[in-house]
């Protein structure tokens, strides 16, 4: 019963904490139109990456790649933090798709056959060659080794619902129903970040920041500081955004603006 007192306690001076802070400008790059595409982000080599018609495609401004694979059915996620060794999922098929930086697939892994108990949900890129895996049956995060196909768990089951995960090499982030932020690292040490406000398109940058819409606004959370800034841009709407080292890529009316961007 105490430990449910200071949590709570604690999840409220978080959310209570955070103030507006003044805005972050933006400067215009350049912009480019596309058609009837989902608009994933870019890297730092200049592709950008879309689905389209359950196509997976990676583009830039000389070259097009493009992966489908019908019988798995429908792209649930792809990671790319990789350029190198990409990422798709299809969860219907319980399957991961390895690709390499032209589409071409290195490795595919059927779960289903590796451990009938693993139901994959999530799925991110982590180090050693390794996957993040959320087992939706247990609710449990694993470590699973894709070169000798063995796996671990880390931490505890989530007792939460998920609304939102991200991963990178290190790190699992997830948001659950009441918006509370937390990760857990390689080595299964859980951090609760913060709560954060109500949201409808989420980025997790790093551990002390996020970026977030809300009513077609777009905010830049700072974990460590307790800061909310409003970004300013001039789209009354959008539908996606996405940012990478210091550029923000708005996704609107079938159109991607590119803006500079520097964080706090």
Not at 92 to 106: G, S, V, W
Not at 124 to 148: E, K, P
Not at 210 to 231: R, W
Request: glycine share 2%; net charge neutral; with cysteine.
């Amino acid at each position: 019963m105490m430990k449910n007192i200071v949590l709570f306690l604690f999840l409220c001076s978080q959310t209570v904490c955070f103030c507006q802070n003044q805005k972050l400008k933006t400067s215009a790059i350049h912009s480019e139109e596309i058609e009837n595409k989902i608009y994933l982000g870019f890297d730092g080599l200049g592709n950008n990456y879309f689905i389209k018609n359950n196509v997976f495609i990676k583009q830039n401004d000389t070259q097009k790649w493009e992966y489908k694979n019908v019988p798995l059915g429908k792209i649930t996620s792809v990671d790319y933090i990789n350029p190198l060794k990409i990422v798709v999922f299809y969860e219907d098929f319980n399957t991961i798709i390895i690709l390499d930086n032209q589409l071409n697939e290195i490795q595919k892994l059927n779960l289903f056959d590796i451990d009938n108990t693993i139901f994959a949900s999530k799925i991110g890129m982590a180090s050693l060659n390794q996957f993040w895996i959320y087992n939706a049956l247990t609710q449990q995060i694993l470590l699973f080794n894709y070169l000798n196909n063995t796996f671990k768990n880390i931490g505890n089951p989530i007792q939460e619902s998920i609304k939102y995960t991200q991963s990178d090499f290190n790190n699992f982030y997830w948001i659950d129903e009441n918006n509370n932020w937390f990760s857990i690292d390689i080595f299964g040490k859980v951090n609760l970040l913060a709560n954060i406000p109500p949201w409808e398109n989420i980025q997790i940058i790093d551990t002390d920041r996020l970026l977030f819409s809300s009513n077609n606004v777009l905010y830049c959370l700072n974990n460590k500081s307790k800061l909310i800034y409003e970004i300013e841009i001039v789209e009354k709407s959008f539908q996606k955004f996405y940012f990478k080292d210091q550029i923000l890529a708005i996704f609107t009316n079938q159109q991607i603006k590119n803006l500079k961007l520097k964080l706090p």
